[in-house]
């Protein structure tokens, strides 16, 4: 498929935004607001958030975008009620990615490289009155594993460190975690970009663990092939039609500096641990970005949180369809039961019919025990 072909503002975060305006689901602060305020403010409310004027740079940037079923429902463009059906769908019909050079990629509009790179101008804040740094709650890797060439897609924090480096989560199991130890116990660093501003649907993308290339399942859950644009500073491909994107390498020393605390999403915050160390080598953005933060935890108000929406959207499709099977498997033994008590009724009373309704009755119940 040509890059020609591939609408490259369809699923721009932007654009997402602008129609859940329209549906009445986003509360707009056209008053400038302190980073340090903005995570009250997006717990103070059920409903998304856009701040107009955010920190000292004025910075657009949105809050909430899968905050709630409806807004979910409006990423996967139908109802609520058809919400699992669709997000099957969507899995059992694989799309492609397709490259686009980087002059065409609205994400490489603005080009940050080298000494020019300034981590500490980018919305960076806290994001719970007690986390121990500020945090970009919204970053989605992409890594490819150099020990088997696959593409592995993830989702992650962002701490602050300095004008060039980030600290990251990787503690819990995940494949980036495997491929990263992989790296260091060989000496080597691990490039790794990441997107920050990305439409809801590459958040399921991010979260969700099946075989093969998971690049491809951005394309996959969008429904429609994906335009992917080659990183300037490593060879990862990226959504083109990202907000930003952060460039650079996990360095070679492993867990070597302290992370956190954090507030997490189950409602409590995860103690300082040790973590890798982000090194970016490149910062690029479309020029009128829209930034992006999470709710990432609350102790209050859970159901509001980002990662809990799409989690629990994701678990109960996964236990209907488990449901739905058990079901199936269930008329089947009962039919198979039915089907034996009849042969059995025939071979000995011809006219016996009410003793063959009371046995397949007995039969049905003993199914529902089990």
Known sequence: MSSRNVDLDKFRLRRFVERLVDMGEVEIHDEPVPLTG??????????????????????????????????????????EDKLHEEYFRRLANPQPVVEVPSHEAPVHEVQITGKDVDLTKLPFHPQHAYDGSCYLSSAID?????????????????????????????????DLKRIYTACVARGERLPITFTVGAHPLDFFAATTRQGGDELSLIATFRGEPAPVVK???????????AEMTLEG???????????????EYMGY??????????????????????????????????D????????????????????????????????????LDQAARHRR?????????????EAEAHLRVR
């Not at 990183?231 to 039609?241: F, R, W």
């Not at 949180?305 to 269930?330: C, F, H, P, Q």
């Open 349 to 361: 009373s011809p006219c016996g019919h009410r003793g063959a309704v009371r046995r397949n009755h």
């Open 142 to 174: 992409y890594t490819i594993d150099p020990a088997t060439g696959r593409r592995n897609v993830g989702c992650r924090r962002l701490s602050l460190r300095n004008r060039y480096e980030t600290g990251t989560n990787v503690t819990a199991p995940s």
């Open 231 to 241: 990183s300037l500073t490593n060879d990862i491909l990226v959504p083109a039609d």
């Open 249 to 263: 390498y996990l360095d070679e020393r492993g867990y070597a500096e302290p992370e956190g605390p954090f507030g």
């Open 304 to 339: 509001q949180t980002d990662s809990a929406n799409i989690s629990a959207m994701r678990t109960e499709a996964e236990a209907m369809k488990i449901s739905r099977g058990l079901s199936e498997v269930g008329v089947g033994r009962l039919q198979h039961a039915a089907r």
């Open 269 to 302: 915050y995860g103690a300082i641990h040790m973590d890798p160390v982000f090194h970016c080598t490149a910062i690029t953005m479309r020029r009128n970005v829209l930034h992006h933060t999470l709710l990432h935890g609350s102790a209050f108000v859970l």
């Open 38 to 79: 903005l995570g009250a403010i997006i717990e103070g409310t059920d409903k998304a958030l856009l701040f107009k004027r955010a920190g000292p740079e004025q910075l657009e940037i949105v809050a909430k975008t899968a905050g709630s079923r409806k807004r979910l429902a409006a990423a996967f463009e139908t109802g």
